[in-house]
């Protein structure tokens, strides 16, 4: 029995929709749990790293429950990553890295506040440390011979004939 013409159109675009509307989310399914094992930190006890990369038995634990909870859930890596910070002690101290947000800003911006801030300060403070070096040389290009004491002057010379 075959199909009319127009319901193989209808079954066609039906297919055509399911593919694009699930093949995206079977491929995202990897980067998004991969995203979300590397944002956030084993707590362990060991030194800190991300659960994709912390080798220990209680990583790997983690990385199947997230695993199976993304699954379940059908979870992107954000809502997974909001939801173990919400579930677990610790909350934003389970990030790796501090998000780019209100006080946290301060990790992401005070160190190149900080150089702006202090590299002219130090240029400064370096000329005037040279500076009475060259207040000392003369238009010439010479040094500025310091007036000369004609009593102290007379006393070396006097001294020196003597020695001799």
Partial sequence: MRLPDRMRRVALLLVCFLVLWVAPSAATAPEEYDKAISTLRCDCGCHPQSLKDCACGYAAKRRDEIRQTMERENLDGDAMIAKYLAENEGGELLRIA????????????????????????????????????EAMVADAGGPVAPPADDEYMERLRRDLEERQ
């Fill in 98 to 133: 501090p998000t780019a947000r209100g006080f946290n800003l301060v990790a992401w911006l005070g160190p190149p506040i900080a150089l702006v801030l202090i590299v002219p300060v130090a240029l400064m403070i370096l000329r005037r440390w040279h500076g009475p070096a």
